[in-house]
């Protein structure tokens, strides 16, 4: 069974308005050299066709996704304005309201039902139900849940079916429904007349979380942390606690927070030229400058010379003395010129036949804001190795954070998992017993490059610095664009394999790369598995949704076909882990992974061609499991659950960095006691 998610941008941003079925768009304040400013919107899509169509297109999907009760599909995107209106044209709406119920067809045949779960789960805010059911009559099939509970308690509420790539997965409660009282038996019945009942067991009803000794520490996390700081965590760890870690730098350097220097002269589209440094703009891109001229005589060519770093473009003159050098002549003849520092394009795809006319001088730009002490060069990402027998003979762990620069939350959790583990080890018999009996590896941030983007420039970044589109596509404000998507850089069920799920398309969010691991950040974490063969779990930390997935991660479109599936017993202990680790995390304040969102990647979210967890557990045979952590809040005014965002509020992110440290904790434990079959 299938349970979706999605996500949302909270820093600075604009919130879009505008119907798509208006044909109208949210202007934009920005100038021909400032990107569009991004926001996250919820989308209406009519259909899983649909909803297929915007995940083809590289649409930056969230995981918050909404199946609702007449068919359709709700779910958010963090889009700029012109993003919106080209989703209008493959079938999305903006959202409003909630879609009302299907009607069942008339004349339609009993038909016969299955439950496939039903279970309930107590959060800080009571109790809540959770249904899934399939019907012989497939999709078309108009299902409702109807319980009783203790103390008299009852209820009811529409179910909603789910079709993913044209294959019915059954049908299910949209989120779980708050039950007045601990829901006992459960009835699901057809509108076609069919009928099923079942009893409703407890979720997630896993083993209970080590019992912690007295003087347990943790809470180590005090605010969202850049890369700089993060590294300086892993070191001091180190420094403070050498008998227990070491400290491995990784083998690929990052491209570097750092960009080409740019300018874009003229006006757009017709007459403008975008000049782009040779040199990135750290290393003296950012010293230059070019001005157009008007050479104030008539009949003279178009002449470039360049001073220093000043770079001056004369514009040829008719008789009468006035300029007509077209933008396309002034790019040549920047380009012709022996030894210069810059290379020049026209405007996007325009042949630059408008008139070019004099312009002041302009310095060229990375357009990075970070400060200066946040370092441009290429990264040298660490792994913290944590655990008493760090020599290869114990259960190796790794958790790794941050391949989608955005989320914040995860290197936190990360890092506080780690503090516990090394502060608690002389205090906490059942922490001795983790570090004596695993061998951890602990990477706070794939992605450090991205991550400072997102930090210091553009909180929604998802991907890495790394620009491999062309030149037509690459002038200053297409900026926010470029890089790649890191978890759609691996090598199994990829793009290229013909897997669904990325994008070949530079600009789009899910971009896998011009090829597998042409990325240094994927290639760092499968060196990791590579180079230390003891490691046999691995976890990899994103947000939000409150999600807990493992593989198959991606598939191919055409007949669904999955990467193979887990056998039934390793499937089996995919989920009585995953029941163990999400009892951890609700032990921590309440917060329940909802079961429809517990699974492989393929019945939970969506295809992810290229994702690590998938090359993880087929090349390496490492139980691959992700956590979305930052699960949904139930609002107990409006009677809904709530998405909490990549950057929620501080207090937000530090109880998720809370909970899901615990789940992190106590999938070590369930490595701890791992044996190979």
Partial sequence: MRGLRASAVVVAIVLLTTSLTSGTSVPAVAGPADPEPASLVTLSVPDQATMERLVASGADLTERVRPQADGSVQVDAVVTPSQLSQLGSLGATLATGTPAQRTP???????????????????????????????????????????????????????????????????????????????????VTSAAGGKAEARVKEWPDGERPDRTGPGYQKDFVSQYMPPTQLNERVKALHQRFPKLTDIITLPNPTNGYRRRAQALIGAVPGAAVVVTSNAYGSEGGNDLAIELVNPGAADRPLQVTVNGKQITVSLATDGSGTPTSTAAQVVAAINATPGIAVKATTYRTDAGLGVMAPAPITQLSDFLKAPADVSRAPWRVLALRVGVHRDGSRTGVLAYAQEHAREWVGPLVTIEAAERLLRNYPRDAATRELLNRTDIFIVPTVNPDGANYSFYDFNSQRKNMTNHCPAQQSDPAQRNTWGVD???????????????????????????????????????????????????????????????????????????????????????????????????????????????????VTDVLYSAAGNSADELWYDHGIFGWDFEVGSDLWNPATQKWEGVGFQSPFSEGHAEAMEFASGLISLIGVAADYREP
């Fill in 486 to 600: 890191v978890n759609r850089n691996y090598a199994v069920g990829s793009l290229s394999d013909g897997y669904f799920g990325a994008s070949a398309n530079c600009q789009n969010g899910t971009f896998a790369g011009p090829a597998e691991h042409s990325e240094p950040e994927s290639r760092n974490v499968i060196w990791l598995a590579q180079r230390y063969r003891n490691i046999k779990f691995a976890m990899n930390v994103h947000s939000y949704g409150g999600y807990f997935m493992w593989p198959p991660g991606a598939y191919k479109l055409d007949g669904r076909v999955t990467l193979p599936r887990p056998t039934t017993r390793q499937e089996a202990y995919f989920l009585r882990s995953a029941r163990t680790i999400e009892q951890a995390i609700a032990a921590e304040r309440g917060t329940v992974t909802w079961p429809q969102q517990t699974g492989p």
């Fill in 105 to 187: 067809k008339s004349g339609a045949a009993q038909d016969q039902l299955v439950i496939e779960r039903a279970v309930w789960f107590k959060t800080r805010d009571g109790y809540f139900l959770s249904v899934e059911a399939s019907s012989n009559a497939g999709a078309a099939a108009v299902l409702s849940a109807s319980w009783t509970g203790r103390r008299g308690s009852s209820g009811q509420a529409p179910m909603v079916p789910y079709v993913d790539a044209g294959a019915y997965l059954g049908h299910q409660l949209s989120t779980p429904v708050p039950a007045e009282n601990q829901p006992q038996w459960i009835t």
